[in-house]
């Protein structure tokens, strides 16, 4: 073969060699974003049928009906009850409640979201966002006393989970809430009031805490957020709910 025809073959080859590469480069990039795509919907049907769930939750929690229940259909993934979050609650640094509140979390590849004491956290790729802050938390409420001037409620609502649920792979269930009141503490006694959560979404209470008094607090080490907040009155409600998957 004489130098031409090499030279031809050699650039046949490397004329080749472009466009295999080119064309497996077009081709990982088309399915990288056909991946992504597919992640996206996918994460986004799975949030908003936990927004629906935590609907249903909180129907059995403050909508009168204590007993509630929804279908959910799994494609793969798995459902579970997590006991990873504590509250303590303190007024003049003496503690008045604390215990284990719970999350139901639900996790599926790379990607998580939980429900955990009203709130709807999740956890994409090791990123960590809030979905819904607590509806019905702390709620200050200025009302005008007997000489004219404000004062503030401060209510508090802990939504503790018990249960043994752990679900995993294919099929429909039937999630069943039954909720009931756990206990109450009303006090009148102005003072001050130190909520704590210890919680793998701490930061996200952290943030959450800044939009209700500027007095709070973060800990790394233990995972804890702190706040501090003044009340005249002070209403704390603790509900516990009974978590349970009915195969359907």
Known sequence: ???????????????FGIILTAVTYAYLNVNHLVKETTDKYRVEGIRESFKRV????????????????????????????????????????SPIWEGDVRALSYELGDYKIVIENGAIWED???YKRTVMNPR??????????????????VMVVVDRLVGDVSIAGYGSVNLVFNTSVERVI?????????????SPYYEKWYD??????????????????RMTVQYQKLIVTVYETEVRAVEV
């Open 1 to 15: 073969m004489n130098s031409k025809a090499v030279s031809e073959v050699v650039g046949y080859i490397f004329v």
């Open 54 to 93: 935590q609907n249903v939750f909180f129907l059995s929690v403050y909508g009168g009906a204590p007993l509630q229940s929804i279908q959910v259909e799994f494609q793969g993934g798995h459902l579970y009850i997590e006991n990873k979050t504590t509250v303590r609650i303190e007024v003049e640094n």
């Open 124 to 126: 994409f790729y090791g």
């Open 136 to 153: 019905i938390f702390v709620k200050k409420v200025e009302v005008p006393g007997a000489s004219g001037a404000n004062y503030t409620v």
């Open 186 to 198: 009303y006090n009148t006694t102005p003072g001050y009031l130190n909520f704590s959560v210890s």
């Open 208 to 225: 959450f805490f800044q939009e209700l008094t500027g007095d709070v607090f973060r800990d790394p080490l233990t995972n804890t957020a």
